[in-house]
């Protein structure tokens, strides 16, 4: 790496104590000569300071500032900030606050830049503790708690029933979430000591300044933008005035509904009605399309379908919503019927619309800066996460790549280095690993077999009923199927789907697997544990040559 690389530079400006002449000034810069990283120095004894141009990869802020405080006559005695601009100017400014924010944070410290994080709307944590994943899932795992204890598969086990006391659920995931807002992300970078942290909206003036709620005026030499997404509002008639909940509402609700109509199909519409279902709320789904889960295979939607229909909750594909009104206490639903007509849906409980998310961009000054947008309006960045305006990069649902916390916080990680330290690291998402929370869950990694079709990828695929894995056969559960597509030409596994219950503990290895370029033949050779889940990776190998349902259970 060359240290004159523009796109590995930060500055800092430094008070510094204890010069008495020109001369002084130039001792301490002596002791940065031959320093690797360092760029360039300007110190001035009239002015009491010390402006250093540094590569952050190799040399850190405090590196500087202990170089200079090791002599005896010279102290840093603080900070004026980069180009000395005063204190509104920073190396990094982030705008957002939730997972990718944080990660770029983290990283920022570890490479001592001045970074300010601007945050509004959810609180700091952002999606995931806020609103999803920490919320939905603890509630998910409380509706399978009760559902468990009403059903079993075991004709000697008679399960007695649950309890269920819907307010002190939520109550009891509220706290959760408190204590992991406060414990996962505020106290991480508590003790940071070149972050700091506001609340505000902020817009882009420049592309090199930005203005928080209309007032406050903020410099950097570099931008990342992780404002997120909210759910998408269709444009409904009446829908406004029906007081409608979203997954950032919902999850607030402490007085068990009647029932709910959940508006989208999606994995979040899906995850949401098994829970609440599960906790004795009667749920109906509406999707204008024609099944559930409509991003994944049909063979997939089909058995989720099926067990949805089992445990009570009502489905209509192909409805489409047109108009919502109120009644007394009732919501009257319009929707639009597969074969044209129009019909009447009354809903004595809630509305909850959970139709896809939208990017947070309408509020950042976009057209100030010329960025790109999608036509969703999501930030176009690329594999190194850098958007059109060059020195501003983007990570997380505001941008075109997959919506998920833990690629979120990678992409933070990775806008902040390409930015500092011209690592030039990218993005890669051919293996990414994503899991369904219903039950029976849906896991997958890499293509499925629509996707390397249309690539023009030569594959086979093999499929096996869970009806044929030794540990489902044992628990009496044998919902689901694992799927395996492999390149014909290579062998090499490409892409896997599993549906089957805690199936998305399956998905790591095949994900790791599609990484690098494990083939079929070897998944199908390996050891794997006897009554695991794991070993219906070995059988689904094996069944692109054999028969499983003929082997013995020993066999392979």
């Given amino acids: 790496m060359k240290e004159n690389n523009s796109e590995a530079k930060s500055e800092v400006a430094l008070e510094i104590s204890g010069m008495t002449c020109d001369h002084c000034a130039l001792s301490i810069g002596k002791r940065f000569e031959g320093e690797s990283g360092i760029l360039d120095k300007q110190i001035s004894y009239s002015e009491k300071k010390g402006v250093f141009s540094y590569n952050p990869s190799l040399i850190s802020k405090q590196e500087i500032i202990d170089t200079i405080n090791a002599s005896k006559s010279y102290r840093v005695t603080g900070e004026i900030n980069s180009n000395g601009t005063g204190k509104n100017h920073f190396d990094l400014i982030i705008i957002g606050g939730g997972s990718a924010a944080f990660s770029a944070a983290i990283r920022a410290e570890e490479l001592g830049l001045s970074t300010l994080m601007v945050n509004a ?30 059903h079993s598969n075991f004709g000697g086990v008679k399960p007695k029933g649950a309890e269920v006391d819907f307010k002190k659920v939520i109550r009891d995931e509220k706290e959760l979430v408190s204590v992991l807002q406060q414990k996962k992300y505020l106290d991480v970078v508590g003790d940071f000591q ?16 930005i203005i928080v709620n209309g007032k406050d005026k ?8 992780t404002t997120g997404a909210t759910t998408h509002i269709p444009e409904i008639e009446g829908l406004q005035e029906i007081d409608y909940l979203t997954n950032a509402t919902l999850f607030d609700l402490e007085e068990k509904p009647e029932s709910l109509t959940i508006m989208g199909a999606g994995y979040i519409g899906l995850e949401i009605a098994m829970a609440y279902n599960r906790l004795g709320v009667k749920v109906r789904i509406i999707e204008f399309t024609d099944r559930v ?15 949805m229909r089992v445990e009570g909750i009502e489905i209509l594909p192909n409805f489409r919503a047109v108009k919502f009104e109120k009644s007394g206490n009732d919501t009257i639903i319009y929707c639009k019927c597969p074969d044209g007509s129009i019909t009447k849906l009354v809903e004595p409980g809630r509305i909850v619309v959970v139709s896809g998310i939208t990017p947070n961009t309408k509020k950042i000054g976009a057209n100030n800066i010329g960025i790109k947008l999608s036509g969703k309006g999501n930030i176009i960045v690329s594999e190194k996460m ?16 997959p919506s998920f ?38 896991a997958g990694a890499g293509l499925d077999e629509v996707q390397a079709e249309a690539q023009g990828i030569p594959f086979e695929v093999s499929k096996i009923s869970l009806t044929d894995v030794p540990r489902s056969i044992a628990a009496r559960d044998t919902r689901g199927f694992i799927k395996l597509i492999r390149n014909t030409a ?15 503990e399956l998905i790591q290895q095949l994900s790791m697997a599609i990484k690098y370029g494990i083939t079929v033949t070897d998944l199908a050779q390996d050891l794997y544990p006897y009554l695991t889940l794991s070993e219906g990776i070995k059988l689904a190998a094996i069944a692109f040559g054999k028969d499983v349902a003929k082997l013995s259970c020993c066999a392979s």
């Fill in 121 to 150: 709307g959810l609180p700091f944590g952002g999606t995931c503790v806020n609103v999803g994943c920490v919320p939905s899932k603890t509630l998910i795992r409380s509706a399978e708690a009760a559902y468990h204890a009403n």
């Fill in 490 to 504: 290579t062998d090499k596994l490409i892409g896997a789907r599993v549906i089957a219950p805690e199936g998305g």
């Fill in 386 to 401: 850098e958007t059109s305006v060059a020195n501003i990069y983007a990570a997380g649902d505001v941008t075109n790549t």
């Fill in 293 to 307: 889960l409509r991003t994944q295979t049909p063979d997939i939607s089909e058995e989720l379908e099926k067990q």
């Fill in 194 to 209: 070149s972050l700091q942290m506001i609340e505000g909206w902020a817009e882009f003036l420049d592309t090199k300044t």
């Fill in 405 to 442: 916390v833990y690629t979120a916080a990678h992409e933070g990680k990775v806008a902040v280095e390409n930015a500092f330290t011209g690592a030039e690291k990218k993005v890669d998402y051919t293996s990414l690993p994503w899991v369904v929370f219903t039950d029976p869950q849906v």
């Fill in 218 to 225: 903020y410099t950097a030499l570099k931008f990342i933008i």
